[in-house]
C-alpha cells in the first residue's frame, strides 16, 4: 500500500520526449490551458509551459500527474503557492 500521507509534498519531475510530449509530476493544480500555454501549480511552484498546437493528454490531480502533446518551446518557474482549488482539478480527480 503506498499512498501519501495528507499534506505529503508530491515529488516533482518534468520529462520532455522530442519537444513533443512532457510529463509533469507533482501537479497540484492546473490554472490555465490553451494551445500555446499551459499554467500549472506543483509542488515546487508555478510552472508556465508555452507551445504551439498543445493538448493535455491526461490530467489526474489525485496522482499528480499531467500529461502534455504538442509543440513544447520553453517552461518558466515561480514561486506561487497553490489557490482555491480549479474547474480542472475538480473535473479531473
Known amino acids: 500500500m503506498n499512498q501519501a500521507m495528507p499534506g505529503a509534498e508530491k515529488a516533482h519531475f518534468v520529462n520532455i520526449e522530442g519537444r513533443s510530449h512532457a ?3 507533482g501537479v497540484e493544480d492546473v ?3 490553451s494551445g500555446e500555454k499551459i499554467l500549472a501549480l506543483t509542488s515546487k511552484g508555478a510552472i508556465t509551459i508555452l507551445g504551439e498546437g498543445m493538448q493535455v493528454e491526461n490530467l489526474n490531480i489525485s496522482d499528480g500527474k499531467l ?3 504538442g509543440k513544447i518551446d520553453g517552461m518558466t518557474y515561480d514561486e506561487r ?4 482549488k480549479s474547474v480542472f482539478s475538480k473535473i479531473f480527480r
Open 23 to 25: 510529463v509533469v509530476s
Open 31 to 33: 490554472e490555465l490551458f
Open 67 to 69: 500529461v502534455i502533446n
Open 81 to 84: 503557492a497553490p489557490k482555491s
